[in-house]
């Protein structure tokens, strides 16, 4: 299968009602095309990170009654599970797609990450393109441009509080060109992963 890219059929799927239906709707349309996404990209992630990456696709198995509102699959050195590591995520809500670097808060020495971001935190101004955006709980749709952000603020608090998260990446619109074109697509996905790695090394030092 070609990744032929996303339509805005896709994330038309969040607006069904009922579990099954929508779990259904996302099993036939949109978990395919992260399998490719993953084969295409797997080997690019690996290449820059140094560690051999495993795809992990959300499968919502805990879900007895809501629906789920996004899903999403994730780049991760553990092949078991990625949750309690930093990762790499691509995936939808119902109107917008994210690309992240995703440290959730299941991480352990999540304290120890945030202590060397806040070292590093002039390292990470001049990496990062204002036009990306922070969340500070994946739970939620918004996101702060990382221009707008106080990031000292938004570390000591992801240091400090237990459910605290910290995302950084990319948002794209459901009519955005980039993801109708799937190579156009992956290729940009790539260059967020690329510009997102030294973040990523700096937190698996």
Request: some cysteine; overall charge neutral.
């Amino acid at each position: 299968m070609v990744f032929k890219g996303f339509t805005e059929e896709d994330f038309k799927i969040f607006t069904i009602d009922g579990l099954d239906e929508r779990m259904k709707a996302i099993r036939a349309n949109i978990q395919p095309k992260f399998k490719v996404i993953g084969e295409e990209l797997s080997g690019p992630v690996s290449e820059m990170t140094g560690s051999e990456m495993y795809i992990h696709i959300a499968q919502h198995l805990r879900r007895t009654k809501n629906p789920p509102n996004d899903t999403w699959m994730a780049f991760c050195h553990n092949n078991r599970g990625y949750k309690k590591h930093p990762h790499f995520q691509i995936g939808l809500f119902d109107d917008h797609l994210f690309v992240w670097l995703a440290y959730i808060y299941e991480l352990p020495g999540k304290q120890d990450m945030a202590k060397t971001f806040l070292n590093h935190m002039d390292d990470i101004k001049q990496t990062i393109p204002d036009d990306y955006v922070v969340s500070l709980d994946h739970t939620k749709k918004d996101a702060t441009r990382f221009a707008d952000i106080d990031l000292e603020k938004s570390l000591t608090r992801f240091q400090n509080v237990k459910k605290a998260e910290f995302l950084i990446g990319k948002h794209f619109k459901p009519s955005d060109p980039i993801l109708k074109d799937g190579q156009v697509f992956l290729k940009e996905v790539e260059a967020t992963f690329k510009k997102l790695t030294p973040l990523y090394q700096i937190s698996m030092n």
